[in-house]
């Protein structure tokens, strides 16, 4: 089962930043946050991932709290390609739980 | 995507019938996955696979069986397809770090 807890849905403004949270209290200290999103009925896309270091890449920038126990994904100048469903996963092992996301819609 | 295909796409089969989907990776990844979508879900694991002929059940296996005799193919069975397993199917591969998602085959069981 999915070990992470998200918002069910937000909105954001394009050209504005989408910060979308995720609680993973559970996790243990070894273990990665991931995230993907979901556009329409596509595959899950892979976005970033991060242990206890703020990552960022050409999508997206990752904030993890000190303690481990949430995140932060943010799309920094979010466009309407970016509505989607995003989800934050906690692997188990090598397996990869999905819980139901946060719908993410950027408002023109 | 990820050198990662699923075959079929789409594929409407009856009550009680088999059904095999096949996922094939170009990639040599140890890790294949299967997975079911279905609205107010997400994505729900059914078996996965840790390497070949090694395989385990996810969350939701009842009614499913895989197997994986080749690296690059792994297979997900519908011994007798029931209406309840109408859903979008997604096969995702890993190399231990992150996983790649193939495009999906939506399946319906009349």
């Known amino acids: 089962d999915a070990k992470t807890t998200q918002p069910p849905s937000m909105d954001c403004a394009e050209g504005r930043a989408a910060n979308l949270p995720c609680n993973h209290s559970?996790?243990?200290?070894?273990?990665?946050v991931y995230w993907y999103r979901q556009i329409h009925s596509q595959g899950p896309q892979y976005i970033i991932h991060?242990?206890?270091n703020n990552e960022t890449n050409e999508m997206a920038s990752l904030i993890i709290t000190e303690d481990r126990k949430s995140s932060t994904l943010i799309l920094p100048h979010a466009t309407l390609r970016d509505t989607a469903v995003y989800y934050c996963?906690?692997?188990?092992?090598?397996?990869?739980?999905f819980g139901t996301g946060t719908s993410l819609t950027v408002i023109p | 995507d990820a050198g990662i295909t699923q075959s079929p796409r789409h594929k409407v089969t009856e009550t009680g019938t088999p059904v095999t989907l096949r996922c094939h990776q170009t990639?040599?990844?140890?890790?294949m996955y299967w997975y079911r979508q279905d609205p107010g879900h997400g994505l729900r694991l059914i078996h996965y696979?840790?390497?070949?002929?090694?395989?385990d059940k996810g969350e939701v296996s009842d009614g499913y069986s895989v197997s994986r005799s080749k690296t690059e193919d792994f297979l997900l069975t519908l011994e007798s397809a029931t209406s309840s397993q109408t859903s979008v199917y997604f096969c995702?591969?890993?190399?231990?770090?992150?996983?790649?998602f193939g495009q999906g085959t939506r399946l319906t069981v009349v």
């Open positions: 990639e040599n990844h140890r890790y």
């Open positions: 559970t996790i243990s200290g070894n273990e990665y």
């Open positions: 991060g242990l206890k």
């Open positions: 995702a591969i890993s190399s231990a770090a992150e996983a790649f």
């Open positions: 996963i906690e692997p188990t092992g090598n397996q990869f739980y």
């Open positions: 696979s840790y390497g070949v002929k090694d395989t």
